[in-house]
């Protein structure tokens, strides 16, 4: 029997391509996440397109062979969006939308199109708005020029030229309304932080979707919203937990990606800012995720951006249950052998091992190694504690398992 689908899935075809920086491995990790962003937005991805290439093509980003390939393709399978790996220049983008009749957009638009779909609270859907309307700012004269070649050019250039203008106008002044609406945000949110009193703060961060609000909500047993799409989060979730008798602050915050432009980062300034005065990071990473390496090292490169790398950090590799390496027959003398084939304690013994007891393994899901898990925050949320309030350090014993604690 089928099964009634209560959401239509947009047809996408992705574009990407090879280059001096990016060989064909790279492209194609990189358009799985793509694949996997646009089936968050609403998208189901029929088709991908590569081409090697030295640098893009500045009128159509991709050659004029492939480019009538895909045209063929979108024309014949009725494709009604296009997704760009890279982001696009003004008039690339009308160049191919010119070309071939369908929504053309890059990675940039996708992540920003998923947080506009995502954002519940005014907050999150002002930081949300804010970003768009950074994005789209350059490209309000590639929209216009457009509309103008189509009504002519001669003659039409003047008012062409004042409705730029006017319409810059309009955007920049959003923009500054935008941006004190969310300095009133900032500063109510700040208030609160203060107000939380002097509990020590921990944050959970880490790419989209390792499962960062799944482990909030085993530890505080709270309900956040998680699930198998990129950033199911975008609003910041607090919660106070206690374990074994010593209260502290977790946050649960927005995930990371790859390639997150930085006016993105820049406008999810408030959420960051519970990362940025956090006493401890909790880095969870999804280690079954093949280029779990890489996710690492994109989240610090924007911990570094917002000056947190420095912070005690436990690194969290979760997942463990989903963690499943290749292998190689005994007969097979030819595939060499490589990370993908590391079991997990090999892994332990890499640079992870020099990480010390500041590296955790476990299953949020199944609740694997959840003990240890506990006893390491506890300790490590104490040292903060009686650092912090040498007086009362005798509340705080070193961490004994206790039955049924919460
Ligand atoms: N196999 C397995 N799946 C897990 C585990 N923990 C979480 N997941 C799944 O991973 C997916 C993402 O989990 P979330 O908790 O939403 O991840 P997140 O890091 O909060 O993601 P964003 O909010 O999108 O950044 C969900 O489908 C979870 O069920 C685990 O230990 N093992
Ligand atoms: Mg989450």
Redesign the pocket.
């Known amino acids: 029997m089928l099964e009634k689908k209560d959401f239509e899935y947009e047809k996408a075809i992705l574009i990407g391509i090879v280059t001096k920086h990016q060989n064909e491995e790279k492209l194609n990790e990189f358009l799985d996440e793509l694949e996997f962003l646009t089936y968050t937005a609403g998208g189901e991805v029929v088709k991908r397109f590569t081409q090697k290439m030295d640098m893009p093509n500045s009128k159509t980003f991709i050659g004029t062979g492939k480019m009538e390939e895909v045209q063929a393709y979108v024309e014949q399978h009725d494709i009604g969006t296009v997704v760009f790996d890279d982001e696009l220049t003004p008039a690339q983008q009308r160049n191919i939308e010119r070309i071939l009749k369908s929504k053309i957009i890059d990675r940039t638009n996708l992540i920003l199109d998923i947080f506009a779909q995502r954002a519940q609270t005014s907050y999150a859907r002002t930081q949300v708005e804010l970003a768009q309307y950074q994005y789209l700012l350059p490209r309000l004269t590639g929209m216009w020029t457009h509309l103008e070649r189509q009504r002519g050019g001669i003659g039409m250039r003047g008012p062409g030229e004042t409705e730029i203008e006017t319409d810059r106008r309009i955007v920049r002044d959003r923009i500054s309304l935008l941006k004190k609406k969310m300095l009133t945000i900032d500063k109510q949110m700040a208030t609160q932080r203060g107000n939380r009193g002097q509990l020590v703060r921990v944050a ?1 961060v ?12 085993v530890i505080a047993k709270s309900d ?11 609003d910041t979730t607090v919660r106070k937990v206690v374990i074994g008798n010593l209260p502290f602050l977790l946050s ?5 990606i790859r390639k997150l432009p930085t006016q993105l980062v820049e406008s999810f300034k408030s959420t960051l800012d519970e990362v940025r005065e956090a006493d401890l990071l909790l880095h ?1 990473v ?1 280690i ?1 995720h093949p280029q779990f390496e890489d996710h690492i090292a994109s989240v610090n490169k924007i911990l570094e951006e917002i000056a947190s790398l420095d912070k005690p950090t436990i690194m969290v590799f ?5 963690y499943s390496h290749a292998t190689i027959e005994a007969d097979d003398l030819t595939t060499v052998r490589t990370k993908a084939h590391y079991t997990l304690d090999e892994w332990r013994d890499t640079w992870m091992s020099k990480i010390g007891d500041n590296a955790l393994f ?5 609740k ?1 190694n959840m003990d240890e898990f506990r006893k390491r925050v506890y300790q490590e949320v104490r040292e903060i504690h009686v650092t912090r309030f040498p007086y009362n350090n005798f509340l705080y014993p070193e961490f004994m398992e206790q039955e049924g604690e919460k």
Do not use: C, H, P, Q
């Not at 880490?206 to 909500?217: A, E, P, Q």
């Not at 956040?224 to 975008?234: I, P, S």
């Not at 649960?252 to 990371?256: E, P, S, Y």
């Not at 476990?362 to 199944?366: G, L, Q, T, V, Y």
């Open positions: 959970l880490g790419y989209t979707n390792v499962g960062k609000s799944t482990l909030m909500n956040v919203f998680a699930e198998n799409k990129l950033f199911a989060t975008l649960d915050t927005v995930g990371f969870v999804d079954s979760n997942k463990i249950d989903a476990i299953s949020a899901i199944n694997e």
